[in-house]
């Protein structure tokens, strides 16, 4: 099946640090990738969408020069957390459309950030 | 608008009794239906979607366009069920972003 890394796991920094996230596509293209925050016993809410070599779509209320998307291979797609404050503490997941592949998202493992 | 609605947020049933997860949808063009799962500290993964309209560990679901229902069941519900399941909708042309439904938290006991 298709495996989608994302990396680090868990963060912890202090407020006012930036943040890298990644996610990639290990044994597939992905055309699309998407980003999702979870809160906690919720449901998990998309951020945005980034296709290869374009700019991410955002949703409302999401502030792109905040969680800024870089989707610059058709495997990696990084999302930074800019100037984080403790608000920005969540869960954030990572998905991966395929090129080839039918209409499914494959999931990374997420990332728990905590902003001190 | 796309919407996905799932309305227990917990079910809890005894091991080998049925089970159903309700998901209502609501979507103006064609939609396809998933269900997703995450087992404790794993992440999500697709269970089934409707147009494959096949059983994976003994759950089905099936589109009722009519009720704009996409209920997931299994007749004899087991302890390793246990898990949060998500209903979710796509455009079928694969352009649309999912919707996620808020998800039930689905707890089998022994």
């Known amino acids: 099946g298709a495996v989608v890394s994302q990396h680090p796991s868990r963060v912890i920094c202090k407020s006012g640090t930036s943040v890298k996230i990644e996610c990639r596509s290990l044994d597939f293209q992905a055309t699309t990738m998407f980003w999702y925050r979870q809160f906690p016993k919720q449901s998990l809410m998309l951020m945005a969408t980034?296709?290869?070599?374009?700019?991410?779509?955002?949703e409302q209320g999401v502030e792109k020069d905040k969680f800024l998307i870089n989707h610059a291979s058709l495997t990696l797609s990084t999302l930074t957390v800019t100037s984080a404050h403790p608000e920005d503490s969540s869960f954030y997941i990572c998905?991966?459309?395929?090129?080839?592949?039918?209409?499914?998202?494959?999931f990374g493992a997420g990332t728990r950030l905590s902003v001190l | 608008a796309q919407r996905v609605t799932q309305p227990e947020k917990l079910l809890s049933v005894f091991k080998g009794a049925p089970v159903e997860l309700k998901c209502n949808y609501s979507?103006?063009?064609?939609?396809?239906l998933f269900w997703y799962v995450q087992y404790s500290r794993q992440r999500l993964q697709l269970l089934l979607r409707h147009i494959s309209r096949e059983s994976i560990k003994g759950f089905t679901a099936d589109l009722n366009k009519g009720e704009t229902s996409f209920h997931l069941k299994k007749p004899f519900a087991q302890e390793e069920d246990s898990a949060m399941y998500y209903c979710?909708?796509?455009?079928?042309?694969?352009?649309?972003?999912?919707?996620f439904g808020p998800g039930t938290r689905l707890s089998v006991l022994p």
């Open positions: 980034s296709n290869e070599g374009s700019k991410a779509t955002y």
């Open positions: 979710a909708l796509s455009g079928l042309s694969g352009g649309q972003n999912f919707v």
């Open positions: 979507y103006s063009g064609s939609p396809e």
């Open positions: 998905s991966a459309r395929a090129r080839s592949r039918e209409n499914i998202q494959y």
